[in-house]
């Protein structure tokens, strides 16, 4: 249960600031500046076009493993180089969830 009250100075751009960030991370700035202050990190939530993006890489990733598997036996060198380009989608797509 949340009963004390912690004030503290900051400027008006700063709160600006503070505040786009909470809502950027749907929490409430008194929640933010918590999990701040106790050292957690505070991940912003993905906006529509950002997991558009993140549902178009996942297809691409997808087609190109199937094409690599498709090409592996005619033509190895191509299988090789599709399965690279597959491998580099997956590495930004587990960099785009963090």
Do not use: W
């Not at 558009?52 to 033509?75: A, S």
């Amino acid at each position: 249960m949340k009963r004390d009250y912690i004030k503290f100075r900051c400027s008006i751009y700063e709160k600006k600031l503070l505040k786009k960030r909470a809502k950027r991370a749907g929490i409430s700035l008194s929640e933010y500046c918590r999990s701040s202050a106790f050292g957690n990190s505070v991940i912003e939530r993905l906006t529509e076009e950002q997991l558009e993006c993140y549902r178009t890489l996942v297809q691409y990733k997808d087609n190109f493993t199937r094409i690599g598997n498709m090409f592996r036996n005619r033509n190895p060198l191509l299988a090789k180089e599709v399965e690279l380009l597959a491998e580099e989608i997956r590495k930004h797509l587990y960099n785009f969830g963090k």
